[in-house]
């Protein structure tokens, strides 16, 4: 999520908007009298191997050859992939 914050409000709650970044937050400063954008604060992200673990095992049996037939087999996907780019009219080379 991006926050949108005057530079008096991010002065009065520093700890919170750095907390805020690091949950994964941006934080963007606006100087509110010339409604200009002048920073933006992102935290780093970590990869946590638990919530990695459950994203997967919460997607498995998202994608099968019976929810999505075109990608039985690998012939199947390559021609997927191909005739989706004519469609969308873009080139990789």
Not at 6 to 12: A, E, T, V
Not at 61 to 78: L, M, Q, Y
Request: avoid cysteine; charged fraction near 30%.
């Amino acid at each position: 999520m991006t926050l949108n914050v005057s530079i008096g409000q991010f002065r009065q709650n520093v700890a919170e908007y750095i907390a805020k970044t690091k949950e994964g937050h941006t934080i963007v400063l606006i100087d509110e009298k010339k409604g200009q954008q002048l920073a933006k604060i992102v935290g780093t992200k970590r990869f946590d191997p638990e919530a990695f673990g459950r994203a997967l095992k919460s997607a498995v049996g998202v994608f099968s050859a019976k929810n999505h037939p075109e990608w039985r087999t690998k012939v199947d996907v390559i021609k997927w992939v191909e005739q989706s780019r004519k469609v969308a009219d873009r080139s990789f080379k």
